[in-house]
């Protein structure tokens, strides 16, 4: 089975920082993507930050020049690093990829973390 597996979050001030990451395990053949979603109550989940396979790296822009994604596709990792974190940051974070593994027959598929909570204090 592939798992990908977050780390970190919690609880922090407005303006202060937090490092969230994730690794991926299994039979994984390639992670075309790895990325953040998260989802406040009430809200739709939403993209945070997204890094591909060649490199790139798409931001929302609520969190433009405040968030930086990193990682690497070939070791299946990817971490977000949260700087002056505001209250409407408080979500669930989901660690996404989007990976060509043994079970989906040559097919990129999505996949998901379990979630971890952000919480900022104001």
């Known amino acids: 089975q592939v798992q990908l597996v977050e780390s970190g979050g919690g609880l922090a001030q407005a303006g202060g920082s937090l490092t969230l990451s994730c690794a991926a395990s299994?039979?994984?053949?390639?992670?075309?993507?790895l990325g953040w979603y998260r989802q406040a109550p009430g809200k739709q989940r939403e993209l945070v930050a997204l890094?591909?396979?060649?490199?790139?790296?798409t931001y929302a822009e609520s969190v433009e020049g405040r968030f930086t994604i990193s990682g690497d596709t070939a070791k299946r990792t990817v971490h977000l690093q949260m700087n002056s974190l505001k209250p409407e940051d408080t979500a669930v974070y989901y660690c996404n990829g989007v990976l060509v593994t043994a079970y989906g027959l040559g097919s990129p598929e999505d996949y998901w973390g379990q979630g971890t909570q952000v919480t900022v204090a104001s």
């Open positions: 299994g039979r994984i053949f390639s992670a075309i993507k």
């Open positions: 890094l591909t396979r060649g490199g790139s790296t």
